[in-house]
């Protein structure tokens, strides 16, 4: 059966999320038998495109993805991040949302930001458009991509901003690159489920990047566990396909009409 939001929020104290990333069908596919949530993120700027930020990533390139994850999913939710300065006001923010979810028949859109987007969350959830929060580490704004969470200061912004999102209506909150007391403190204060990413096995739920965690992607940081070698299997099953047509072994008849 199809996961709805009430579901996910459920979950709270109960069972925890399991949520990653799917750009495409063919993996959305994969995931959806795995997942409670399945997140088409900006990331695919830095992940597929070679961005040096996701602030690069367009409307109509979220869109296009999101098409072709939809067509893969059955069961999980479906989260579309709202890319960056398309919601830089609450009339940009629902004209946007309204057309991701028309066209991408996405569940629920995410947006980065605490108090600063109060008006933004609370203008989208009054009509009735599902929205994930995504505090800590802002790859859309913050210009370092250090974790959060060492001076007080930011553990309050952190903290409050958490309670402001949970009264403006959103369902669930990414927790990204915080702090294990303080993933912990949020988790525990606030009435909706949060989903961490770099944030210890205090949230809620996790998700990651799959190009991470297959090894699809090349990069090596602290928070990813990478639970196979998907380079190395695509270059195996690559070398022997280059030697069979090399040396006339592929294809054979029965490939052929
Ligand atoms: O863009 C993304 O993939 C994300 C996750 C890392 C949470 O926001």
Do not use: W
């Not at 038998?33 to 367009?58: A, E, H, M, P, W």
């Amino acid at each position: 059966m199809k996961k709805q939001i009430l579901d996910i929020i459920k979950k709270k104290n109960k069972s925890k999320i399991v949520s990653l990333t799917a750009y495409s069908k063919n993996i959305a596919s994969i995931l959806d038998n795995f997942c409670d949530i399945i997140l088409v993120g900006d990331s695919l700027g830095s992940v597929l495109y070679n961005y040096k930020s996701t602030r690069q990533v367009s409307l109509k390139t979220m869109i296009e993805h999101s098409k072709s994850v939809r067509m893969g999913i059955k069961k999980s939710l479906m989260v579309v991040d709202m890319p960056h300065n398309t919601y830089r006001n609450s009339k940009e923010a629902l004209k946007n949302a309204k057309k991701i979810i028309s066209i991408t028949k996405c569940d629920a859109v995410k947006l980065e930001g605490g108090k600063k987007i109060y008006n933004i969350v609370q203008a989208l959830t009054k009509n009735k458009i599902p929205v994930m929060g995504h505090l800590g580490l802002l790859p859309q704004s913050d210009k370092t991509f250090k974790y959060k969470g060492k001076k007080s200061s930011e553990r309050n912004k952190i903290l409050n901003d958490a309670k402001l999102l949970e009264s403006a209506g959103v369902f669930s909150i990414v927790l990204e690159c915080v702090e294990t007391t303080l993933a912990k403190k949020v988790t525990s204060q606030i009435n909706i489920p949060t989903i961490g990413i770099g944030a210890s096995n205090n949230c809620d739920g996790q998700i990651l990047v799959l190009d991470d965690l297959i090894g699809l992607n090349p990069i090596d940081v602290r928070f990813v566990k990478k639970y196979s070698n998907i380079r190395k299997e695509i270059k195996k099953a690559v070398f022997n396909y280059s030697q069979d047509v090399r040396q006339k072994k592929f294809p054979l008849k029965k490939h052929s009409y």
